[in-house]
């Protein structure tokens, strides 16, 4: 690559992503636990967890299955509010 930038270092983007993860799925956890609040922010929280998971650790790990198993979660929450 020009200018002295170098490809991006495969081993740091699976040290950064995990952790990304985890705090996208625990904010929107803390969002569809509030029952106060309006939890539409929690199911696109998830979404990125869940595409980031399925990118590194893969689809068929077991956090990218739990990220999964939120966003059904988030989701059905937001519903029952809507009711």
Not at 50 to 74: F, Q
Request: glycine share 6%.
């Amino acid at each position: 690559m020009s200018g002295g930038q170098s490809a991006p270092n495969v081993a740091r983007v699976a040290r950064v992503l995990p952790p990304t993860a985890w705090s996208l799925n625990n904010l929107a956890n803390v969002l569809c636990a509030q029952a106060d609040s309006d939890s539409q922010g929690s199911p696109p929280l998830h979404e990125r967890a869940l595409a980031i998971r399925e990118t590194c650790p893969g689809a068929d790990h077991r956090d990218t299955v739990r990220s999964r198993e939120n966003l059904a979660a988030g989701v059905a929450a937001l519903e029952n509010r809507r009711r």
